[in-house]
């Protein structure tokens, strides 16, 4: 592994190789990841709302909570926190724009569950924000405050689903899953997909922090587009998979649930390793970004509560001139 840090840190096209494949061996290992701890979650008879929202929402995330993780351990919050705002903006631009466009009929919504994620996503949202603009920073305490919120948004989940609001249907049952297989192949799969994530995250940094260098570009672009893009393949892979098999109102909860967990998971976690500061140019500009495409996506999910084609191109168009706006404001003078 140290040869191919060496190896990266002198040549850029040993970097860029490194990154392609590193994002594909991620992607494979997140896959084995999901599939795995879903299975195990079946063996052990947890509950589905379990399985669904929060055992499959954090192993979908590991990609983004790996690679900002061990960015804020190096002391490289623009990648840890750029990875992070980047993943939000790369799921909803991208992923719920694509199940829109493969989805064979328009997606009916469930209103109460929009509403209640939707919301709750817009305020982390603008929190994140705020408490990174007041000082350039975001804190430990401060990250600490976004777990918080989301373990009481657990809370609320489970506390509806005692109830009976949220209705436990069977479609969680559409997710892969293997019970079939011995409880110990499970357990091995699923660490063995582990390290691999641990490890592609690792050259995913190194990899990206050489490419912004070489490119002049800061790291906290390459980490909000190249690297975010990377890391949220596992859930643009299930929402494409998800709308061609009809299933296309999981993927939007997917991705809902994992933009959550990339506010308050991946970038919380992440500053309480190591405080996350930013130039108020990446701030103001990657948080407006993320509250632009984020609101929009809730003002079109809220329109009669349905999912259809046009939604996708309007989410599609928002994400490429965010591209195109993060290579005008950020090109090399």
């Not at 919301?119 to 920073?137: E, K, R, S």
């Amino acid at each position: 592994m140290q040869v191919i840090h060496s190896l990266i840190a002198e040549n850029v096209w040993a970097a860029w190789v490194v990154l392609g494949l590193s994002f594909a061996v991620l992607a494979k290992c997140a896959d084995i990841f999901v599939e795995s701890a879903v299975s195990l979650a079946y063996k052990f008879n947890l509950p589905k709302l379990v399985v669904g929202i929060v055992l499959v929402a954090f192993a979908t995330t590991a990609p983004e909570l790996a690679v900002s993780a061990i960015s804020a351990a190096r002391g490289n919050a623009e990648i840890a926190l750029g990875n992070a705002v980047g993943s939000v903006l790369c799921d909803t631009g991208l992923g719920l724009a694509l199940c829109a466009l493969f989805s064979v009929t328009a997606v009916a919504l469930v209103p109460r569950v929009i509403k209640q994620a939707g919301t709750f996503l817009l305020i982390v949202a603008v929190l994140a924000f705020v408490f990174t603009a007041l000082d350039g920073t975001l804190s430990r305490w401060e990250g600490g405050v976004l777990l918080a919120a989301f373990c009481v948004y657990m809370v609320i989940l489970f506390r509806d689903h005692r109830r009976g609001v949220q209705h436990d249907e069977n479609e969680w049952e559409t997710i892969e899953a293997h019970p079939d297989f011995s409880t110990p192949r499970l357990v091995v799969s699923f660490l063995v997909a582990l390290a691999g994530i641990l490890a592609t995250s690792d050259l995913i940094v190194s990899s990206a922090t050489t490419i912004a260098h070489a490119l002049h570009v800061p790291d906290g672009i390459i980490a909000l587009t190249l690297v975010a893009f990377g890391t949220s393949v596992p859930e643009i892979a299930t929402c494409v998979t998800a709308a061609r098999k009809k299933h296309a109102a999981l993927a939007v909860g997917n991705i809902l649930g994992a933009d959550i967990m990339n506010i308050c998971w991946v970038a919380g976690a992440s500053s309480l390793i190591n405080n996350l500061t930013l130039s108020r140019k990446e701030i103001f500009f990657m948080f407006p970004a993320m509250l632009i495409m984020a609101g929009t996506a809730q003002v079109l999910l809220r329109r009669r509560w349905r999912l259809v084609r046009w939604h996708g191109y309007v989410l599609l168009g928002l994400y490429v001139a965010y591209l195109v706006a993060s290579i005008i404001v950020f090109r090399p003078s």
